[in-house]
């Protein structure tokens, strides 16, 4: 018997160490951003997966949902700029929460209280979530959390420079939890956001943000030049006066 | 966040706003204002109540002062199991109709928001959830249909800072009884506390379920629930610390057991049996105490580090006896006859038992992952009473460990695997007084004191496979392998959830090597 223990360990870990039949390549690195635990208490279960999204973790994403959905090149453009736009990686570090409950239901309000992101040895709250954690949870949630990108005084990158950041989860969001604290730990160092950005779909994002500053730009402009209409009022109004006074 | 946030920004907006266009607060508000249906409606819902003079009928005509100050009663007195997101959108319009009025009442605006805030985030809801459960059980002349387990949850989150959790439990011919009753705090600095009676555990990696519907729990030293315990943990950069400490009245851990028997034979007279007991009595009120600290040295590798003592105020009282048994010469092998009961002696002996213990998590691979424990214990005289009678004093400071195999079901494609091994040294103590292999009847190896007879290894496999959101099936296999005993333990179950809600288990469990049994259970589980 212990031989044959010894066998399926073996075979347990060439299994593990081989790439599956059938698993594509981009299969790993979303396993490796998409972190689960699992939690159970006689007869609860729970699940809670949480998914930082790297540029590559983006890239691996839209190449699967490609492949599944037979996309052409134009639509997985499409895909990747409406994701990005979700994603809103350019002032926020997105993070989206899975629950499977099989199990009793679970209460996550207030939800934005029972995470906590820490980079650097700081800790960051979130900026906005999506308010659906905040309900009542008995079969399958999903949703989105961001936290800061940028430092709100310095205005400086939070992720400049970090190796590892840790996502914390607090226990008190279940009774089947039974840790004061759940987390999940990524290396980001290697991290480049920038990449995402390129392709049609970076250049249509680039195209919002400039259609936006744009449309900011002209109305400060208006403004402006509203100011400059009361100002050139003004001064005419002076010249009037001043005529008529050298003329007494 | 983002319905607060405009809240908030229409608020703004409406103060900054006034007085050039606010409406004169004595002046009615019209009949068909929409503000009457929007009440009538919380109240016909039950979402509020206490209106002015206690009534409200459609048939007043409320002045802007009225309607506001009914809103103001509104938000205090709002149900807040009965509100909807719809009803507080309603709330939220009404404030934002009413603001000038309620800032004349004196009824703080920022206060509204907070409170609105609350509303919709959840503070001060009720919140209620648990399952029913019922289990048949086919065995040999032994079949048991029951209610194995009610379990009611009840959360209150108090306020930003303080969340209450309940759990009422029974079945299994158990009274309902509150099984847990605790307060979680958050202090500054990153510090939140534990307070109550709640389940700790350290070891929860280590162990493959409580996963499902079964229970694998192999936690050897934490995962305890004693009457009344404090917990606070400290978050830092990439690790956390936290110190327990625990008090149990009078815990009974019980007593055992049989020790040590041998046979002569005498050439004249047949043969003697000697029987050795050594039998251990413990009651005593007990303290708990323990520190740990874990770090994450990046997404791979973590180590922590653990220490917990069970500390009893009083002794143990340990007693030793011998029993004689004669086989005269032509008697049938197996019989023997009853000759004498000696008392050998007795001693009271201390029973604290410390642990100290260390984890390892490596991450080698995504969905791969191995883990290490290791344990040292140093245990007092009573837990030694087996050796001391054996010529002992025996090893006070036993060991034991454990290395895993994790795979994820997404590495495999079919399946997920668990593969532990572990070895236990013979007087490692489990010292819950609870064995850690009680799933099922996987146990033979522990005493009842929760204590390991000898030498044991112990191999654990899980495969579990989640086909799709309705079909699981898993099948695990326990091998227990010591000097004078080896066995295993075979269980196959498939679970089916009919709804997310209602889940049915099937499985059959097998004993194997010395021990020769099997059984089916039939489970059926609703979830709220």
């Known amino acids: 018997m212990r031989r044959i223990l ?11 160490l081989a790439v599956p039949a059938g698993a594509a390549p981009y299969d790993e690195i979303m396993q490796r951003w998409q972190k689960t635990q699992r939690f159970g208490d006689a007869g609860d279960a729970l699940s809670v997966s949480a998914t930082y999204f790297s540029s590559e973790y983006i890239e691996a994403l839209m190449q699967s949902e490609a492949d599944k959905n037979l996309w052409t090149a134009d639509e997985m453009d499409l895909h990747k700029y409406q994701l990005l736009k979700t994603l809103r990686l350019d002032d926020t570090i997105p993070v989206r929460f899975r629950f499977d409950i099989m199990g009793s239901a679970i209460h996550m309000a207030p939800f934005g209280e029972q995470v906590t992101l820490w980079i650097k040895g700081k800790k960051y709250k979130p900026v906005d979530y999506d308010p659906l954690l905040n309900f009542k949870v008995a079969d399958t949630a999903e949703g989105m959390v961001y936290f800061p990108r940028f430092d709100e005084k310095t205005g400086k990158d939070l992720l400049a420079g970090a190796g590892t950041i840790k996502l914390e989860l607090s226990g008190s969001i279940s009774m089947t939890i039974k840790r004061t604290k759940v987390d999940f730990i990524w290396d980001v160092a290697a991290d480049d956001p920038s990449r995402v950005y ?10 919002d943000r ?7 730009l002209n109305k400060e402009k208006q403004e402006c030049e509203k100011r400059l209409g009361e100002l050139d009022s003004e001064i005419a109004d002076i010249e009037i006066r001043m005529g008529e006074l050298q003329q007494q | 966040m983002k319905r607060f946030a405009a809240l908030v920004a229409v608020l703004a907006l409406v103060a900054f706003a006034a007085p050039a266009f606010a409406a ?8 068909n204002h929409w503000a009457y249906d929007a009440v009538s409606q919380l109240a016909s819902r039950g979402v509020v109540s206490g209106y002015p003079d206690g009534a409200f009928k459609g048939e007043w005509k409320a002045t802007r002062y009225e309607m506001a100050s009914v809103v103001a009663r509104a938000l205090a007195y709002v149900d807040m199991n009965k509100a909807s997101k719809q009803d507080l959108e309603l709330l939220k319009k009404l404030v934002v109709e009413f603001k000038d009025e309620l800032d004349a009442l004196g009824v703080k605006v920022d206060e509204l928001d907070a409170r609105v805030a609350d509303l919709e985030k959840g503070v001060g809801k009720w919140y209620f959830s648990g399952y029913l459960r019922m289990q048949q059980t086919f065995a040999d002349g032994d079949d048991t249909w029951a209610v194995n387990r009610f379990r009611w949850n009840i959360k209150k989150v108090i306020d930003d800072k303080v969340t209450m959790n309940v759990r009422l439990q029974g079945g299994g011919g158990e009274d309902v009884a509150v099984e847990l009753a605790y307060l979680t705090i958050k202090f500054p600095w990153d510090i939140t506390a534990t307070i109550g009676r709640f389940w700790h555990d350290w070891e929860g990696a280590f162990y493959a379920g409580d996963w499902w519907y079964f229970a694998m729990n192999d936690a050897y030293i934490t995962d305890i629930r004693p009457t009344m315990a404090w917990k606070f943990d400290k978050s830092f950069g990439m690790g956390n610390f936290s110190l327990y400490v625990a008090h149990d009245d009078n815990k ?17 007279t047949g043969t003697r049996y000697e029987e050795y007991w050594a039998s251990a009595g413990l009651v005593s009120d007990r303290y708990i105490y323990g520190a740990r600290i874990n770090f994450n040295f990046n997404e791979m590798f973590s180590l922590a580090v653990n220490y917990m003592k069970y500390d009893y105020e009083d002794d143990a009282e340990v007693s030793f006896w011998r029993n004689e048994y004669w086989r ?16 050998e002696g007795g001693f009271t002996l201390a029973a604290d038992t410390a642990t100290i213990w260390g984890d390892l998590v490596v991450n080698f691979k995504p969905g791969i992952t191995f883990k290490g424990q290791y344990f040292m214990q140093d245990n007092d005289p009573a837990w030694q009473a087996l050796n001391i009678y054996d010529g002992g004093p025996g090893d006070d400071s036993p060991n034991a460990w454990k290395a895993i195999l994790e795979i994820d079901q997404d590495v495999l494609g079919f399946t997920s695997l668990w593969l532990e091994y572990a ?3 013979a007087g490692f103590v489990f010292p819950n007084g609870a064995s850690p292999y009680g799933w099922m009847r996987a146990d033979s190896f522990i005493n009842s004191y929760g204590q390991v007879v000898e030498d044991t290894t112990v191999w654990t496999v899980l495969a579990m496979q989640r086909w799709n959101d309705k079909w699981g099936t898993y099948v695990r296999y326990l091998k227990a392998d010591a000097d004078t005993f080896d066995y295993d333990n075979w269980t196959v179950a498939v679970t089916h959830w009919y709804t997310p809600s209602l889940a049915f288990e099937l499985g059959y469990d097998k ?8 059984f089916i259970w039939l489970r059926t589980t609703v979830f709220f």
């Open chain 2, 252 to 268: 009974d851990l019980g007593s055992f057991a049989v020790m040590y028997d041998d046979d002569y034979d005498y050439f004249f």
């Open chain 2, 328 to 343: 005269p010469f032509g008697a049938p092998a197996d019989a023997f006859y009853f000759y004498g009961l000696y008392d």
């Open chain 2, 511 to 518: 004993l194997g090597g010395d021990l020769d049994d099997d």
């Open chain 1, 210 to 216: 400039l259609i936006k500053r744009l449309a900011n």
């Open chain 2, 423 to 425: 070895q236990l040294d």
């Open chain 1, 198 to 207: 390129s392709g049609q779909a970076g250049g249509r994002l680039e195209m």
């Open chain 1, 6 to 16: 010894i066998s399926i360990v073996v075979a347990a870990v060439f299994l593990s």
């Open chain 2, 24 to 31: 004169n607060p004595f002046m009615d508000v019209p009949m």
